[in-house]
């Protein structure tokens, strides 16, 4: 798995839509990128080895796992739109710290929706990756996507 | 296309990404899954997934991500990894059987003091030629490097 902890985790349950507010932060994860976590990763993505460098995607996931750990997305969920911006390149080894907050939250019509913030920074403190994930939910849990 | 590290990418406005096609299956998904530690049912268990209004399996919408990095991997190399944005919309599932083909096409390249910035669409779509992830890609290349 990709996303082994090593180090600090967030050991509270992931809170559920009612209990987000707009602009919280949670605290930070960090997950070592090791060779053989990112060869899965290429393997399942079918990417091929890129100079030693962590696919940015791979990054990404592991911001997101961070976000799942905060946040209570329920399996009804859906990802509806992403941006991202790789601003960094990582090195296949290094430890990366996640960063997760909660940006807006609307609901309506029967649908949830989160846009959460992400960052990870490298061990110098310098940010390589800058995302916004919106995730749509459905009120009532059991139908749809993430 | 670029061929070395030094080189900068010689494309212009209307020019065409190569294209990347992937094959999904219900394999590959979990393979994923596995890889991120993401096992929402609605990707790896075909029972739950039969009952939601996909009904069926849906692979990632980061698996379908990944496609579209490795394409801009491909033509703007390390570049994408430092440099690169990226904004999307998913427009509909990848269903566990869907063959993925992922385009781009060069909007515009503008020059900004030492700065090449392109700006590429990119869409995903599956056999059906159905929209499923849509948005726009950027770049920013360093003159000089």
Known sequence: ?146 | MITSESEVPELHPGDALPGVIRHLNQEKINLYAEAVGDFNPIHVDEKFAARTAFGGTVAHGMLILAYVSEMMTQVFKERWFSGGKLSVRFKAPAHSADTVMVSGRVDSVKRENDNLNFTCRVDCHNQKREAVVTGEARVTVKLGE
Request: hydrophobic fraction near 45%; charge should be neutral; proline fraction near 5%.
């Open chain 1, 1 to 146: 798995m990709l996303v082994e902890m090593r180090g600090k985790v967030d050991s509270r349950a992931p809170k559920k839509y009612e209990e987000l507010e707009i602009g919280s932060e949670f605290p930070s994860v960090r997950y070592e990128l090791t060779p053989s976590l990112i060869s899965r990763f290429e393997e399942a993505v079918e990417a091929s080895s890129y100079g030693g460098l962590v696919p940015p995607l791979a990054i990404l996931a592991c911001a997101l796992k961070a976000a799942s750990q905060s946040i209570d997305m329920p399996p009804g969920s859906v990802h509806a739109s992403q941006e991202i911006e790789f601003l960094k390149a990582v090195s296949v080894g290094s430890t990366i710290d996640c960063h997760v907050r909660i940006i807006k939250k609307i609901s309506r019509s029967g649908l949830r929706m989160v846009v959460i913030g992400l960052e990870a920074l490298d061990r110098s403190r310098e940010l390589v990756l800058s995302a916004a994930a919106t995730v749509v939910s459905p009120a009532e849990v059991g139908v749809s996507a993430k």
